[in-house]
C-alpha cells in the first residue's frame, strides 16, 4: 500500500515558468518535509511542516514555498524555476518530531528546459 | 554546519559480505539512519540505530556504531545482486527540528 505518494513522477518545465509539485500521505502523520536532492549528492532539507507550522531552512532560496492546506496534502511551488533547480525532489513524512523515522515518496524528478 | 561523509563507491562479488562506512561530526547525535535507494526510487529506510547503542542486528544487516570516533558502518551478510543501489548514511541533526543530514551515498555494486 502506498503511504506517501509523490505526483507528478516526472516534471519538465521550461525556465521561468512556475511548476508544483504534490505529496500527499495515508499515514496521518503530522510532520511532512520537501527535499532536494539534485544528481549524486546528497538529498537537503528545504523545508518541513509540523501541523500547520512552517519550518523554513535558512539556506532554502527564496524561489521555493510550500503550502499545506490539510493533514495528508502538501505542496511545493517552485516560482521560477532554474536551470539549477533540476533535480529529483522528495517528500517525506514522520508521526511527528524527535527521532520518529521519516519515510519517503518515490520522488518527483524535475527537469527545466 | 555537521557533515556526514562516505566513500562513493563498493564493488562486491555475490554472497560475499559488504561493508559500507560513515562518519559524522555532529557530536551530540541521537540516532543514526541508513537508507537505500535503487535507481529512479525513494529513500527506504534500512535501519537505524540509537546512540547509546554500539551494535544493532536485523536478520542479515549489522549496524556497528563507533560513537568515540564518529564511524558508523552498515554490514550486509551474503550479498545479492537485488542489493545493488545507492546507500546513504543519516544523522539525526541535534541542533535541528528532526533535520537529517544525509551523506552523498555509496555506490554498492554486486558482481557475479
Known amino acids: 500500500d502506498a503511504m506517501v505518494i509523490q505526483n507528478p513522477r516526472y516534471q519538465v518545465t521550461q525556465f521561468g515558468k512556475p511548476v508544483t509539485l504534490s505529496c500527499s500521505q495515508t499515514?496521518?502523520?503530522?510532520?511532512m518535509y520537501w527535499y532536494q536532492q539534485k544528481s549524486s549528492q546528497a538529498p537537503k532539507l528545504l523545508f518541513h511542516?509540523?501541523?500547520?507550522?512552517?519550518?523554513n531552512e535558512a539556506d532554502t532560496p527564496d524561489n521555493f514555498q510550500s503550502r499545506r492546506p490539510n493533514t495528508s496534502f502538501c505542496f511545493l511551488d517552485i516560482r521560477s524555476p532554474g536551470l539549477g533547480d533540476a533535480a529529483m525532489y522528495l517528500c517525506?513524512?514522520?508521526?511527528?518530531?524527535?527521532?520518529?523515522?521519516?519515510?519517503f515518496g518515490p520522488g518527483t524528478r524535475l527537469t527545466v528546459l | 554546519g555537521e557533515d556526514v561523509e562516505q566513500s562513493l563507491f563498493l564493488s562486491v562479488r555475490e554472497g560475499d559480505s559488504s561493508v559500507i562506512n560513515c562518519t559524522y561530526t555532529d557530536s551530540s547525535s541521537t540516532y543514526l539512519y541508513w537508507y537505500k535507494q535503487e535507481p529512479g526510487a525513494g529513500l527506504q529506510l534500512l535501519t537505524y540505530i540509537f546512540s547509546n547503542m554500539d551494535m544493532k542486528q536485523d536478520q542479515r544487516l549489522t549496524v556497528l556504531l563507533n560513537k568515540k570516533d564518529k564511524h558508523l558502518s552498515l554490514r550486509i551478510a551474503d550479498t545479492q545482486t537485488g542489493d545493488s543501489a545507492i546507500y546513504f548514511c543519516?544523522?539525526?541533526?541535534?541542533?535541528?527540528?528532526?533535520?537529517?543530514?544525509f551523506g552523498a551515498g555509496t555506490r554498492l555494486a554486486v558482481h557475479p
Open positions: 499515514l496521518n502523520h503530522n510532520v
Open positions: 517525506a513524512t514522520s508521526r511527528s518530531g524527535g527521532g520518529d523515522t521519516q519515510y
Open positions: 543519516a544523522d539525526l541533526f541535534s541542533g535541528g527540528y528532526n533535520k537529517l543530514i
Open positions: 511542516y509540523y501541523d500547520k507550522d512552517f519550518n
